[in-house]
Nanobody, 131 residues
Framework: QLQLVDSGGGLVQPGGSLRLSCAAS????????IGWFRQAPGKEREGVSCISSTETNTYYLDSVKGRFTISRDNAKNTVYLQMNSLKPEDSAIYYCAAALDRNVATVQAMCVMTLSSLDAWGQGTLVTVSS
């Protein structure tokens, strides 16, 4: 059974930082494209950042470019999202998701895939940016 476990969320002041982790169990992430998605109350789900299986290609939502960095450590079977200069509008439930790389045309495409097209997703971790 494919399982992803998200962690690292919390309450942080504007301008602060958090690092989210997405750990896989039951399978290897080596051949999966990984994406971080978020959904705030009353808003549509959006793809924040996605990374190819080889870490060669990455995609970022315009509003997080220059502030967020996605990375992966396949040896640890984990993907990270480093979030700096956080803003109140970044508050949301963040969750990671995985899709086999042969089924994903580009990392940008991964970030707009529907849940039903994904192979696994985490339970979500809450990020609250507030003073």
């Amino acid at each position: 059974q494919l399982q992803l476990v998200d962690s690292g969320g919390g309450l942080v002041q504007p301008g602060g930082s958090l690092r989210l982790s997405c750990a896989a169990s039951g399978f290897s992430l080596d051949y999966y494209v990984i994406g971080w998605f978020r959904q705030a109350p009353g808003k549509e789900r959006e793809g924040v950042s996605c990374i190819s299986s080889t870490e060669t290609n990455t995609y970022y939502l315009d509003s997080v470019k220059g502030r967020f960095t996605i990375s992966r450590d396949n040896a640890k079977n984990t993907v990270y999202l480093q979030m700096n200069s956080l803003k109140p509008e970044d508050s949301a439930i963040y969750y990671c998701a995985a899709a086999l790389d042969r089924n994903v045309a580009t990392v940008q495409a991964m970030c707009v895939m529907t849940l039903s097209s994904l192979d696994a997703w985490g339970q979500g971790t809450l990020v609250t940016v507030s003073s």
